[in-house]
């Protein structure tokens, strides 16, 4: 064990610092399927180096949504920040397919000023009474992001899944709560509403901490932005993918960059 540890640590170091320092986002519920008379479920919200291991920093649920299957918004409960992780609740008082979802949609600026480096974080509306008009050296870029997951109390409904149009968001052709190990599923992506082509998706199944290679499995969307993946074992998965475009929502803004985060349940057959 001495001698694998010590193996790890070197192979670390000669990995590039992307690599070797990227963290993951996700939420992982206590159950995706479920059926019974308003039953709950806890959901683990991190960012971790190990998928789904909770060992670097909570995820912050500022920008929580949860969508019930007949649409409205819902509130979490018991919503409790830790060390590692944040943990909320979620009573599934609806039968159907309910989303949630942590969304962000913000700007990051940078500037000098008096020979330091300023940083700034804000939303479009404060950027004018925040960030100084004459700043120098000014760069900003605009983030947008969606993790999220899916959970099905009795049938499995679609109202939840509808897209909102704003950044990057899946669409089910398969039901994310009906994914089963042997079979194929396939999922639409969508970039502000439209078919989103040419993403690359890493999918990589959970517990990488108990096993010494990702096993990723890497797809692309195609030109009406679907994918398909066959699941080869079942288990919880975590699905990425990231984009850069210049279709921001403020003109000083010069790139956005946009990810997206799913966490899904693959049941055994």
């Known amino acids: 064990m001495k001698r694998s540890l010590i193996a790890a640590i070197a192979l670390a170091s000669l990995l590039p610092m ?3 320092m990227a963290h993951k986002t996700w939420l992982l519920p206590s159950q995706t399927v479920i059926a019974g008379d308003s039953p709950w479920i806890t959901v683990d919200a991190a960012v971790s180096n190990d998928l789904f291991y909770f060992n670097h920093v909570p995820l ?8 019930a299957p007949d649409g409205s918004q819902m509130q979490a409960q018991n919503v409790a920040t830790g060390k590692y992780r944040t943990v909320f609740d979620v009573e599934l008082k609806q039968t159907g397919t309910y989303r949630i979802a942590v969304v962000n949609n913000g700007l990051f600026g940078s500037w000098e ?9 804000g939303s479009p ?23 999220e997951t899916f959970v099905t ?3 499995p409904s679609q109202t939840a899944l509808a897209a909102t149009g704003q950044g990057l968001e899946l669409v089910a052709v398969t039901h994310p709560n009906d994914l089963f190990a042997g079979e194929s599923a396939t999922f639409r992506m969508l970039l502000d509403g439209k078919p989103a082509s ?13 096993r010494n290679a990702q096993e990723s499995i890497h797809v ?13 074992e079942a288990g919880m998965y975590w699905l990425e993918t990231t984009y850069e475009d210049d279709r921001t929502s403020l003109p000083q803004a010069g790139k956005r960059r946009l990810s997206y985060v799913a966490t899904l349940e693959v049941l055994p057959q």
Do not use: M
């Open 220 to 232: 692309s969307t195609d030109a009406e932005g679907q994918f398909s993946v066959t699941w080869p």
């Open 60 to 67: 912050r649920t500022d920008g929580l949504v949860i969508t």
């Open 113 to 121: 000023e008096n020979g330091q480096r300023k940083r700034w974080r």
């Open 125 to 147: 509306a404060s950027f004018a009474s925040e960030v100084p008009k004459d700043a120098k050296d000014l760069q900003v870029s605009q983030s947008t992001g969606r993790i």
């Open 198 to 210: 040419g993403l690359q998706f890493e999918i990589t199944r959970g517990g990488t901490r108990y």
């Open 18 to 20: 992307s690599q070797a």
């Open 153 to 155: 109390n009795g049938s």
